[in-house]
């Protein structure tokens, strides 16, 4: 079974496994978008015009598709803990939540419940199936760094491994558009699609006063010493690091070191003291299903464009772990996901709980 969003990836992943002998299946899962007060839909990866390209595409295959309705467990796991999240003042990654709960939890359940050996999806990432010493599968980074999905994916156990494929992991995109080309598909040149896609082409911080007004009502910006310095427009439209859109006079930069919202405050402070070492984190799972006994060396990333950092990961029971970098990073940022690396392998990771002041860490 192929996931298809009427892309070039997922339309190409499918075209290289019809072309390999297998039998495919296509399938397109329609989200929960907000109505448009004319009636149309916000959501911009099922679309209508999105489903006719997938459609389309399985046409010319000669495969299957389906249209499978996934709006309420969409809207349960994704879209309420997003808003929930920025209520709380952390800044969520909803794609996390969809690929644990909906692509590779619904769909990968699904598939297997009507008999499909793999679930396939269009993601930049290898599966390493068990062999050369190792009894465990691995999932390692794509080939393309620069679109390396692995990082999305850290959630994925063995039971979840041992029945998906990413066909594009050994590729970069230009040689996926290529494929794409040499298949005649009609998607080939088609654009990337939208990050958030129940947002669509609405901004967040509109979406957000609708469904979080809390989230958004301006509330005093604060120094370290607890000093009102100005107004915020409200907590989601900061993110850690942020220095622009303060709208504060000040003798030095000044940048978002904390989003209080117990106070619906925007703490800042200078550069200097912006960097954090240390951070906890839950939700943590392990690509092998095996928690580390003792420190464990990794490199990590703390965001999905971030890059690797050198850091120990130490587990703290009930789910958590509390990271140590070797090095200072700006921006640690609640909400976001912390995953490790051995080289080219993801080993996990989890959700960003809280960053751990300097004096605690160092």
């Given at each position: 079974m192929v996931a298809m969003s009427g892309g070039v990836d997922s339309s190409t992943a499918a075209a290289l496994l019809v072309e390999q002998g297998h039998e495919v299946i296509g399938v397109m899962m329609r989200l929960w978008a907000e109505p448009h007060q004319e009636g149309c839909s916000h959501n911009f990866c099922c679309t209508p015009d999105a489903v006719e390209s997938a459609r389309g595409v399985a046409t010319l295959l000669g495969i299957p598709f389906f249209l499978l309705n996934v709006e309420e467990t969409f809207k349960t796991h994704v879209v309420e803990p997003f808003v929930a999240a920025y209520a709380a003042g952390r800044t969520?990654?909803?794609?996390?939540?969809?690929?644990?709960?909906?692509?590779?939890?619904?769909?990968?359940?699904?598939?297997?419940?009507?008999?499909?050996?793999?679930?396939?999806?269009?993601?930049?990432?290898?599966?390493?199936?068990?062999?050369?010493?190792?009894?465990?599968?691995?999932?390692?980074?794509?080939?393309?760094?620069?679109?390396?999905?692995?990082?999305?994916?850290?959630?994925?156990?063995?039971?979840?491994?041992?029945?998906?494929?990413?066909?594009?992991?050994?590729?970069?995109?230009?040689?996926?558009?290529?494929?794409?080309?040499?298949?005649?598909?009609?998607?080939?040149?088609?654009?990337e699609s939208q990050d958030l896609c129940f947002v669509g082409g609405d901004d967040y911080r509109r979406f957000l006063r609708r469904h979080a007004p809390q989230a958004v009502c301006p509330g005093p910006i604060l120094d370290q010493a607890g000093q009102r310095l100005g107004m915020h427009q409200g907590l989601a439209f900061y993110t850690i690091g942020q220095r622009k859109g303060l709208g504060i006079a000040s003798a030095e930069p000044l940048y978002v070191l904390e989003m209080d919202a117990g106070r619906n405050a925007l703490v800042v402070g200078p550069e200097s003291v912006l960097g954090r070492r240390e951070l906890t984190a839950g939700e943590v799972s392990f690509v092998s299903s095996e928690w580390p006994s003792t420190p464990l060396p990794v490199t990590a990333k703390i965001r999905y464009r971030a890059q690797d950092a050198p850091a120990t990961v130490s587990p703290l029971g009930c789910g958590r772990v509390r990271v140590i970098f070797e090095q200072l990073l700006r921006d640690i940022t609640p909400g976001q996901a912390v995953v490790f690396y051995d080289g080219e392998a993801c080993l996990g990771g989890g959700t960003i709980e809280q960053r751990i002041p300097k004096a605690k860490s160092q």
């Open positions: 969520p990654n909803p794609c996390l939540a969809c690929n644990r709960h909906i692509r590779f939890g619904y769909l990968l359940r699904h598939a297997r419940g009507l008999g499909a050996d793999l679930l396939v999806t269009g993601h930049y990432a290898r599966v390493l199936p068990p062999g050369d010493g190792c009894e465990r599968y691995r999932l390692l980074r794509g080939v393309d760094a620069s679109k390396d999905q692995s990082y999305v994916l850290y959630m994925l156990g063995q039971e979840a491994l041992a029945h998906v494929c990413f066909p594009l992991g050994e590729f970069t995109k230009a040689q996926v558009r290529e494929m794409a080309r040499a298949c005649m598909l009609p998607v080939a040149e088609r654009a």
